[in-house]
Nanobody, 121 residues
Framework: QVQLMESGGGSVQTGGSLTLACAAS????????LGWFRQYPGKGREGIAR????????YYEYYWKGRFTISYDSANNTVYLQMNSLKPEDTAMYYC??????????????WGQGTHVTVSS
């Protein structure tokens, strides 16, 4: 079983930046893909970006590309989400997730506890 621990959430003003981190531990040998999701209260989780831990190939949903950047540090089994030009509508809970394969968002089946981001105007 893989464990995921997010950090880096907090409060920032509009236009600011934050970097979220997610450290993976446990049975990481079965994990080939790490991703970030966002969730508004009362809504489902939506995928932002994912990265293959071997090739470091990335995929972004089109509306995230340009402001958000996903990266992976294999030495520390940690995935990052650099978020720039933040807007109030980016205020949400952010989750890290793991999957055996990179592909549809539905493949992600291990989740962190989430970290909250608040963007004030």
């Amino acid at each position: 079983q893989v464990q995921l621990m997010e950090s880096g959430g907090g409060s920032v003003q509009t236009g600011g930046s934050l970097t979220l981190a997610c450290a993976a531990s446990g049975d990481t040998y079965n994990v080939n893909c790490l991703g970030w999701f966002r969730q508004y209260p009362g809504k489902g989780r939506e995928g932002i970006a994912r990265i293959h831990t071997g090739s470091q190939s990335t995929y972004y949903e089109y509306y995230w590309k340009g402001r958000f950047t996903i990266s992976y540090d294999s030495a520390n089994n940690t995935v990052y989400l650099q978020m720039n030009s933040l807007k109030p509508e980016d205020t949400a809970m952010y989750y890290c997730a793991a999957a055996r394969y990179c592909g549809p968002w539905s493949l992600f089946d291990a989740w962190g506890q989430g970290t909250h981001v608040t963007v004030s105007s």
